[in-house]
């Protein structure tokens, strides 16, 4: 008899939280696929929380889905700064780098450095 796999209770939050960001760009598991470089079985794999993600493919599903990679790790308990961020998101007329460009400040009180020369 075959063996099932039992998803892990991380992978299967952070899977889940893809689904429903994919869901919200209207993108089928194909596009979500070609866009983030994954198989089609590997994002199946992920959504369902039946693989370990590694940061490099976090940072994909980010790419993919037009978000932070830290967006995609976000829980439920997360929420009231997901909603922050998404302010910050619609003040910056949708462009997320700047809204994380802004969250950062808020954060650290500077601008990062990316893009920057030596100071």
């Known amino acids: 008899m075959p063996t099932r796999r039992i998803p892990d209770p991380m992978a299967?939050?952070?899977g889940a939280r893809i689904r429903e960001l994919r869901r919200e760009k209207n993108m089928s598991l194909g596009q979500f696929a070609k866009a983030s470089g994954l198989s089609k079985g590997h994002v199946s794999n992920l959504e369902n929380g039946l693989a370990v993600m590694s940061v490099g493919t976090i940072c994909a599903a980010g790419r993919a889905l037009g978000v932070p990679p830290?967006?995609?790790c976000m829980r439920e308990e997360?929420?009231?700064f997901t909603e922050c961020f998404d302010s910050l998101i619609r003040e910056e007329g949708g462009d997320v780098l700047r809204a994380a460009e802004r969250l950062r400040e808020l954060?650290?009180?500077k601008p990062s450095r990316r893009g920057r020369?030596?100071?």
């Open 70 to 72: 830290f967006l995609v």
């Open 107 to 109: 954060f650290f009180g």
């Open 12 to 14: 299967a939050q952070i």
């Open 78 to 80: 997360d929420e009231p």
């Open 117 to 119: 020369g030596p100071e």
